[in-house]
T-cell receptor
Framework: DAKTTQPNSMESNEEEPVHLPCNHS???????IHWYRQLPSQGPEYVIH???SNVNNRMASLAIAEDRKSSTLILHRATLRDAAVYYC??????????FGTGTRLKVLA | KAGVTQTPRYLIKTRGQQVTLSCSPI?????VSWYQQTPGQGLQFLFE???????NKGNFPGRFSGRQFSNSRSEMNVSTLELGDSALYLC?????????FGPGTRLTVL
């Protein structure tokens, strides 16, 4: 199963954009890139996913490198409620998610 | 639409006992996955069930087992509990690209 690599932690000021990177150099052509986040004392929640093209939804944007070996989750205006652990996962058609250690995002007021 | 529900939310057991955890997926979802979350190992995949059949399995000993019923509700069982089984057990259901996670069952083994 392909793995992903993320920084352990990042900090952002409230109301500023946040770029959360993820490396997935062993991604295969059919793997989707999924992002989830886990708020304190909750189960993970879906954020966004993509295959090749950049994606936007109400929560975030996903920028995927042309060679697909990396991607970046973009929170356009971080709020205190965005403080969470963010996981980047490769989805190959089965729900056997391989979670890495994720990035703990701290948002400063 | 109701979310994924897990019961019980908290559980305390002693070593050697067995435990059964329950998960009710979102209505219409046929895939149910189970994960174990510990501070040391993070989130680890246990198994996935789809239409009452185990479709994927993680690297856990045979003490961890599960099943899925015809209404898609799922249970997982851990026999001969060990101290290291203390964890948050998360269940997730899916009908497409997105997995919906429940709040988890916090199991403490004394």
């Amino acid at each position: 199963d392909a793995k992903t690599t993320q920084p352990n932690s990042m900090e952002s000021n409230e109301e500023e954009p946040v770029h959360l990177p993820c490396n997935h150099s062993t991604i295969s052509g059919t793997d989707y890139i999924h992002w989830y986040r886990q708020l304190p004392s909750q189960g993970p929640e879906y954020v966004i996913h993509g295959l090749t093209s950049n994606v936007n939804n109400r929560m975030a944007s996903l920028a995927i490198a042309e060679d697909r070996k990396s991607s970046t989750l973009i929170l356009h205006r971080a709020t205190l409620r965005d403080a969470a652990v963010y996981y980047c996962i490769l989805f190959s058609g089965t729900y056997k998610y391989i979670f890495g250690t994720g990035t703990r995002l701290k948002v400063l007021a | 639409k109701a979310g994924v529900t897990q019961t019980p939310r908290y559980l305390i057991k002693t070593r050697g006992q067995q435990v059964t955890l329950s998960c009710s997926p979102i209505s219409g979802h046929r895939s149910v996955s189970w994960y174990q979350q510990t501070p040391g190992q993070g989130l680890q995949f246990l198994f996935e069930y789809f239409s009452e059949t185990q479709r994927n399995k993680g690297n856990f000993p045979g003490r961890f087992s599960g099943r899925q019923f015809s209404n898609s509700r799922s249970e997982m069982n851990v026999s001969t509990l060990e101290l290291g089984d203390s964890a948050l057990y998360l269940c997730a259901s899916s009908s497409g690209m997105e997995q919906f996670f429940g709040p988890g069952t916090r199991l403490t083994v004394l």
